[in-house]
């Protein structure tokens, strides 16, 4: 049997191995990043094994989805193998240990009408099997229990225990970092590394992860979702990573804001948690709010304008240029790029891009219903604002400019109207920022209308 280790020897292979039974789920994503980031310091490979031998339940959409979910996070992998194109292998190595007495064909009595009367089983010698875990500590475990375990349906169906030990052998694996749920699988696959003469890979498996409620993660757990949920939600790949780096591992220190490449330099497994993590959304939210302020503005304008929907981009004063202005309103506000498409259906962007339509009635402050003081106030604003030099139309000197009126004249009584001329709604940026982000010449348009508006009684 070819030994690939001694060609590779000294250099760190890593491999991350889903199963595309279903779509990829987003607390998977952990194990691939691990992976990828202790290959990645050490300037190793990083292996991608897409488990395939279940014929049944494997799909092909659900391995596309994964590697969609590897592509959008930036989870590069050095090679790409398919178990299902592996067969050849798993059946020289079954073959061999037909041969040496390892295994066995055993007849089995069918359980129910149309099963296999025939199973490939593992001699299992029946001994204490100890490891060493580089999170867990020292393990050992006796292997009777498990009796003479399947390793392959027939000579053609080679079982999961069977094919991870042979894939881990041939391409040189020298970390197993995985979830702790495998953990009950490895004495099994010690033996089969044993009987097949393969070299034993360092173990690492890592804590699980826990909904909120502390509840292992079930399929019904909210934060049990398919990854690109979460893309298409808006958040960004650096921020789910820096998440699920958190979650589990503990860097150390006060920083808790990290980029990918930051992640490569101070990943260690030693600091990687014993006791489980939890899929804390709070935290999530706080650290992607983190990576988009950390976005320049160009990047900021694009993903906000994905998740504009058509009916807002259709607006006649709609353009990129009058949305790039109004970036930082909607940054300040949003945690997740979602929430664009949120404030956009509840009309709040609206105004930004066409002249708002409102009953008259708005305009007036609470109690107070003098159209004739309104229109002097309309009036006297837009006088102001129009002596402010277009180069120097910016929210500061459009406060100064209105502000000493207003506070003489009552900041309800004059600022209420203002900002209704320019947005038509209850709730908006103060009035100042939103005559800003407008510019001169629509804001004295709108105010203009107001007061035609009031002035025809
Ligand atoms: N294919 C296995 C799974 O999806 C992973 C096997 C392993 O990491 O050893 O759970």
Redesign the pocket.
């Known amino acids: 049997m070819p030994d690939r280790r001694a060609q590779t020897a000294g250099a760190v292979i890593t ?5 595309p039974t279903g779509p990829f789920q987003v607390g ?1 994503v952990r ?1 691939a990043l691990f992976n990828y980031l202790y290959a990645r310091q050490h300037k190793g490979k990083y292996i991608l ?1 897409c ?1 395939d031998t279940d014929p049944v339940r494997s799909k092909k959409e659900y391995e596309d989805y994964f590697l969609e979910v590897f592509a959008w996070l930036g989870l590069e992998h050095d090679e790409y193998c398919r178990q299902s194109e592996r067969g050849l292998l798993y059946g020289t190595y079954l073959n061999d240990l037909l041969s040496a007495g390892k295994a066995y064909i055993s007849k089995e009595e069918p359980k129910k009408e149309g099963e296999r009367a025939e199973v490939v089983r593992f001699k299992n010698p029946n001994k204490v099997v100890s490891f060493h875990d580089e999170i867990l500590g020292d393990i050992s475990v006796d292997t009777t229990d498990l009796g003479d375990f399947v390793i392959a349906r027939d000579m053609q169906s080679p079982l ?1 225990h069977f094919t ?1 030990v042979v894939d ?1 052998f041939e391409m040189g694996i020298t970390h ?1 970092i ?2 702790k ?2 953990v009950a ?1 490895t004495p099994r ?1 010690i033996l089969i590394q044993e009987a097949i003469g393969a070299t034993r890979p360092i173990y690492a498996h890592l804590p699980l992860i826990l909904s909120q409620d502390r509840k292992k993660l079930s399929k019904r757990d909210p934060n049990v979702t398919p990854a690109l949920t979460y893309r298409d939600n808006g958040y960004l790949p650096e921020a789910l990573l820096n998440f699920m780096a958190l979650t589990g591992w503990n860097p150390g220190g006060e920083q808790e804001v990290f980029t990918k490449e930051e992640l490569i330099k101070l990943f260690s497994l030693e600091r990687v948690q014993r006791s489980d993590g939890i899929f804390n959304s709070e935290k999530l939210e706080w650290l992607n709010k983190e990576h988009i302020r950390r976005l320049s503005k160009e990047k900021l304008t694009a993903h906000i304008e994905t998740h504009l929907p058509s009916g807002t981009k259709d607006l006649p004063g709609y353009s990129r240029e009058m949305l790039s202005r109004i970036v930082p309103v909607i940054a300040e506000r949003i945690t997740h790029f979602g929430e664009v498409t949120l404030m956009a259906n509840d009309g709040e962007l609206d105004f930004y891009f066409k002249a708002p339509v409102y009953p008259k009635e708005k305009l007036f402050w609470k109690e107070d219903r003098d159209a004739v003081k309104l229109l002097n106030r309309l009036n006297v604003v837009a006088d102001l604002i129009g002596r402010i030099h277009d180069a120097e139309f910016t929210q500061e000197q459009i406060k100064s400019a209105v502000w000493d009126y207003a506070e003489t004249e009552g900041r309800g009584q004059v600022l209420w109207p203002m900002r209704y001329a320019l947005s038509g709604k209850d709730r908006s940026p103060d009035p100042f920022q939103l005559a800003a982000i407008l510019e001169k010449k629509e804001t004295l348009e709108r105010l203009k209308n107001a007061a035609a508006i009031i002035g025809k009684g």
Not at 15 to 19: D, K, N, T, V
Request: charged share 30%; glycine share 10%; aromatic share 10%.
């Open positions: 491999r991350f191995a889903p199963s998977g194990s094994r488990e999961y991870v881990d197993v995985r979830g749920e495998h699988n696959q």
